[in-house]
Nanobody, 121 residues
């Protein structure tokens, strides 16, 4: 299973960005897909996640500004980030938890490569 994240960049405060993460490989199901971020000198933290059933969870700091969505058929998770603030600056990582086909059905828990989001004031 491989995860490919895209969509990061530099944006002014108040602007918007959309991140995408495509999971590929012998995926049987992508049960939970989400986004984490790690700012310089800080620990990685959950930003938002969505289950295959559509249940979502957000960090308090992004509620009302970020929207996580998923396309189960494409094994893709998106993060729409609105009203961005300088404190949102971080490397954003996608994570997918699910089941894969590899000599049988096995669980997997994979991270994508990070994508940098920089918000200027």
């Amino acid at each position: 299973v491989q995860l490919q994240a895209s969509g990061g960049g530099l944006v002014q405060a108040g602007g918007s960005l959309r991140l995408s993460c495509l999971a590929s490989g012998s995926i049987v199901s992508a049960d939970t897909m989400g986004w984490y971020r790690q700012a310089a000198g800080k620990e990685r933290e959950l930003v938002a996640e969505i289950t295959s059933g559509g249940a979502t969870k957000y960090a308090d700091s992004v509620k009302g500004r970020f929207i996580v969505s998923g396309d189960n058929a494409k094994n893709t998770v998106y993060l729409r980030m609105n009203s961005l603030k300088p404190e949102d600056t971080a490397v954003y990582f996608c994570k997918v938890v699910g089941r894969m086909s590899y000599f049988g059905i096995r669980p997997f828990d994979h991270w994508g490569q990070g994508t940098q989001v920089t918000v200027s004031s």
